[in-house]
């Protein structure tokens, strides 16, 4: 497929290890807890390592950064599952090259929940139904995994009423009765709770095991062996990430305007190397049943979910033992994370998956 909106803009650079200089590369990210690694990762030195002179622009949401991406503004870019699933759907030339932020899939003790007032007559997913719930953005992976929630637990999520508000004013939103429930990610689901909320569902562990909820995507204009190094590096990147909560704790006060005291107590999200292609159809198959899709998106078969921290033999300075490859264009989602697979446009609406606020971004991918 051909990028759409490539214009003049000139090719990546390729420089590699050894050669005259490193290879300048732009990726576009948005501010949040989820894409820590690719901070963490710039600190440690994983992309010097791979030749890349890697610099991080700010982007408000997952619409922003495939349209810096497929401009050529950016080599590489984060965004979220539904926003790359539509984007497939409408033929953009991306291509996911890694994952980006996964659920714990734990109840309890993730980084997504859906929140009542502590007096809420709502005691369950299955009493959301027939509700009036914030979400971050209409038609997206919000209201797609509220849904999947309410199903799960024997509701009908047909009579919900979704309103978009940016998640820093849904606990507000909550507390005057504006609404009934709120969709947040973290630090906001902490935040709420401080406040008395009280979470009813946990809507990305009960999409999908380990639900991959984010990725890493190129273009074809892009060099394939810098997609090759870039891969394992956000992919070593990822496994360190992992592996060190407390240095993640560390990096999010470099980049977000999350308070000392709230990073403190968040949740944070998972950082397996391999998209987990199996949820990945799950929202496909989900958003198309929910009208977010206008067609089913297939997105292959179910990718191998350990992450390289946990192997034997990872390497230390390339992609942590994981099969590589570059290139590729094929219709689904990678099963390894350094190979690339097409994937697709972020949502309609211009503003991806969050929205920035001054205590911490709300966007998200």
Same mark, same amino acid.
């Given at each position: 497929?051909?990028?759409?909106?490539?214009?003049?803009?000139?090719?990546?650079?390729?420089?590699?290890?050894?050669?005259?200089?490193?290879?300048?590369?732009?990726?576009?990210?948005?501010?949040?807890?989820?894409?820590?690694?690719?901070?963490?990762?710039?600190?440690?030195?994983?992309?010097?390592?791979?030749?890349?002179?890697?610099?991080?622009?700010?982007?408000?949401?997952?619409?922003?950064?495939?349209?810096?991406?497929?401009?050529?503004?950016?080599?590489?870019?984060?965004?979220?599952?539904?926003?790359?699933?539509?984007?497939?759907?409408?033929?953009?030339?991306?291509?996911?090259?890694?994952?980006?932020?996964?659920?714990?899939?734990?109840?309890?003790?993730?980084?997504?929940?859906?929140?009542?007032?502590?007096?809420?007559?709502?005691?369950?997913?299955?009493?959301?139904?027939?509700?009036?719930?914030?979400?971050?953005?209409?038609?997206?992976?919000?209201?797609?995994?509220?849904?999947?929630?309410?199903?799960?637990?024997?509701?009908?999520?047909?009579?919900?009423?979704?309103?978009?508000?940016?998640?820093?004013?849904?606990?507000?939103?909550?507390?005057?009765?504006?609404?009934?429930?709120?969709?947040?990610?973290?630090?906001?689901?902490?935040?709420?709770?401080?406040?008395?909320?009280?979470?009813?569902?946990?809507?990305?562990?009960?999409?999908?095991?380990?639900?991959?909820?984010?990725?890493?995507?190129?273009?074809?204009?892009?060099?394939?062996?810098?997609?090759?190094?870039?891969?394992?590096?956000?992919?070593?990147?990822?496994?360190?990430?992992?592996?060190?909560?407390?240095?993640?704790?560390?990096?999010?006060?470099?980049?977000?305007?999350?308070?000392?005291?709230?990073?403190?107590?968040?949740?944070?999200?998972?950082?397996?190397?391999?998209?987990?292609?199996?949820?990945?159809?799950?929202?496909?198959?989900?958003?198309? #049943?929910? /009208?977010?899709?206008? !067609?089913?998106?297939?997105?292959?078969?179910?990718? *191998? &979910?350990?992450? =390289? $921290?946990? +192997?034997?033999?990872?390497?230390?300075?390339?992609?942590?033992?994981? #099969?590589? /490859?570059?290139?590729? !264009?094929?219709?689904?989602?990678?099963?390894?994370? *350094? &190979?690339?697979? =097409? $994937?697709? +446009?972020?949502?309609?609406?211009?503003?991806?998956?969050?929205?920035?606020?001054? /205590?911490?971004?709300?966007?998200?991918?």
């Amino acid at each position: 497929m051909s990028a759409a909106g490539c214009g003049g803009a000139e090719p990546a650079a390729t420089g590699r290890p050894g050669t005259s200089g490193p290879a300048k590369v732009n990726a576009g990210v948005i501010a949040v807890v989820d894409t820590a690694p690719i901070h963490l990762g710039l600190a440690k030195g994983f992309f010097r390592e791979q030749g890349i002179d890697l610099t991080i622009t700010p982007v408000q949401g997952g619409a922003a950064a495939v349209t810096g991406a497929v401009s050529g503004q950016f080599q590489f870019a984060f965004a979220n599952v539904t926003s790359l699933l539509t984007a497939k759907q409408q033929g953009l030339d991306v291509k996911v090259i890694a994952n980006g932020v996964s659920s714990t899939g734990e109840q309890g003790k993730d980084f997504s929940a859906v929140l009542v007032k502590p007096d809420s007559p709502i005691r369950s997913p299955k009493d959301l139904a027939g509700r009036k719930i914030s979400v971050n953005q209409l038609k997206n992976i919000g209201d797609t995994t509220v849904r999947a929630s309410v199903r799960k637990a024997g509701g009908d999520p047909g009579g919900i009423e979704f309103v978009e508000l940016p998640f820093p004013d849904a606990p507000a939103a909550l507390q005057s009765g504006r609404v009934d429930a709120i969709w947040v990610v973290e630090p906001f689901v902490s935040q709420a709770v401080s406040q008395g909320a009280r979470p009813v569902a946990w809507n990305f562990a009960d999409t999908a095991p380990d639900l991959t909820v984010a990725m890493y995507f190129t273009t074809g204009r892009t060099d394939p062996a810098l997609t090759k190094r870039f891969a394992a590096a956000i992919t070593k990147s990822l496994e360190y990430a992992d592996g060190h909560p407390d240095e993640v704790r560390d990096v999010l006060g470099t980049y977000t305007k999350i308070a000392p005291e709230v990073i403190a107590k968040i949740t944070l999200p998972k950082w397996p190397a391999e998209v987990n292609r199996a949820s990945v159809q799950t929202v496909a198959d989900l958003a198309l #049943r929910d /009208g977010v899709l206008k !067609g089913r998106v297939p997105a292959g078969p179910p990718a *191998v &979910r350990r992450s =390289a $921290a946990r +192997r034997p033999g990872a390497a230390a300075g390339g992609a942590g033992g994981v #099969r590589r /490859g570059a290139g590729g !264009g094929g219709a689904g989602v990678p099963a390894v994370p *350094v &190979r690339a697979g =097409a $994937a697709g +446009r972020a949502g309609d609406d211009g503003r991806g998956y969050h929205r920035r606020s001054v /205590g911490g971004s709300s966007e998200r991918g």
